[in-house]
């Protein structure tokens, strides 16, 4: 794939034959762009348009004519390239030329394998690749994407495929092997206000509700996963104030208002982990409670064979990867506990308790799995307790 864009890119200034493109992946041309569009989450034709326009920026930047740069770039006249410009980086080209104007950037595209955990079982038309929590996952495609995009890509996977390819994860469960009734780290949440962050379809609200939280609020960047929410919770005569939107961005929850802010598997799907936390502590009360559940770094790294573990992955990686899974596609991050607990005492929490132990007793009910074997050995679910000073 590489490969491929070297040649691309070494062709945005004359013609790219897509023959010789497809060629270098070993594939058709029409296979070429399909698994281009699911890996970049972009159809090819449109990255393309981008890095030229990205190019032609600062060529013109750099004094030459306007006219002579849109033929570079495939336009057969200065007005229909000066159109296409202006819409991408939103001001006219004679504009950038005469007064410097800031543009707008498409950076190359650029993929890196990497090996992760792959399970060999039975095909089971009820079986649910869990990506995040167990690690039947095969191999993923790093790629550098943009905060937009990563957004737009996992927006639409939850709107689409969302629970059918990886379900739901919901308390009283954390995550794999992880239990509430076990951990209790909330305590009596009655006539408490409790926000929850990637909320899903409702489950984890209904919980609280149950325990008579005075208040219920969540958010989601997924609009199908809000709508799945209110219908769900509606069915138990519940009701909660739920908002679209990704978690990084304000989104007009109120500050200094709820006493839980919790997250289960939610939380890792956040592209700026920093900034994340700290408007999770503008919602909290002063020492109010931040809980949340991810899939274990250390569980991503290492895979089991016949009894054994080993590194699949260094454990230091925190790029961004994106996996093509049943016609869709995901990107996440997987990072270190420290990249985690640095983040949280940067926005004003302490650690309370965290925990990383798997419950005995649920492993017995999965005990003959490769799965449940290595829950034995190693860390597949944290959970972090921290409080607002």
Not at 22 to 28: F, G, N, Y
Not at 89 to 95: D, I, M, N, R, T
Request: charged share 25%; with cysteine.
């Amino acid at each position: 794939m590489n490969q491929a864009l070297d040649y691309i890119e070494d062709n945005l200034s004359s013609d790219i034959d897509y023959y010789v493109v497809a060629k270098i992946v070993h594939c058709s041309e029409c296979e070429f762009r399909r698994i281009f569009s699911i890996l970049a989450q972009i159809p090819l034709s449109e990255y393309i348009r981008r890095r030229r326009l990205t190019l032609a920026a600062g060529d013109i930047k750099n004094g030459e004519k306007i006219i002579d740069v849109a033929i570079r770039y495939g336009y057969d006249s200065q007005a229909a390239f000066s159109r296409a410009f202006s819409r991408f980086h939103g001001v006219a080209p004679s504009l950038v030329r005469d007064k410097g104007e800031e543009l707008k950037t498409f950076p190359r595209l650029t993929f890196k394998l990497i090996l992760m955990e792959e399970n060999i079982m039975k095909k089971n038309p009820n079986h649910r690749t869990n990506i995040i929590g167990a690690g039947e996952v095969g191999y993923a495609i790093s790629v550098d994407m943009d905060k937009d995009n990563i957004h737009k890509t996992n927006s639409s996977f939850w709107n689409t495929k969302g629970n059918e390819v990886i379900g739901t994860t919901a308390l009283p469960m954390y995550g794999a092997f992880v239990s509430e009734e076990k951990c209790h780290l909330f305590g009596d949440v009655s006539g408490k206000k409790l926000l929850e962050i990637g909320c899903g379809t409702g489950h984890s609200l209904k919980y609280h509700g149950d325990r008579k939280a005075s208040e219920l609020w969540g958010i989601d960047i997924s609009e199908k996963q809000i709508e799945k929410a209110k219908e769900y919770l509606s069915l138990y005569g519940f009701s909660a104030k739920l908002i679209c939107s990704p978690m990084e961005e304000d989104c007009g929850i109120p500050v200094d208002y709820f006493d839980y802010v919790y997250s289960v598997y939610g939380v890792g799907w956040a592209t700026n982990l920093e900034s994340t936390f700290c408007r999770i502590s503008s919602y909290l009360k002063k020492d109010g409670v931040f809980i949340f559940s991810w899939s274990h770094p250390i569980h991503k790294c290492v895979a089991i064979e016949n009894d054994a573990l080993f590194f699949k992955k260094s454990y230091f990686d925190e790029s961004w990867y994106s996996v093509a899974l049943d016609g869709g596609a995901i990107s996440l991050s997987d990072r270190k506990l420290s990249t985690y607990i640095n983040a949280l005492t940067k926005a004003g929490f302490a650690i309370e308790e965290m925990i990383e132990e798997s419950d005995d007793e649920i492993i017995q009910l999965h005990k003959e799995s490769d799965f449940a074997k290595k829950a034995k050995m190693l860390p597949v679910t944290f959970v972090i307790k921290a409080r607002k000073l």
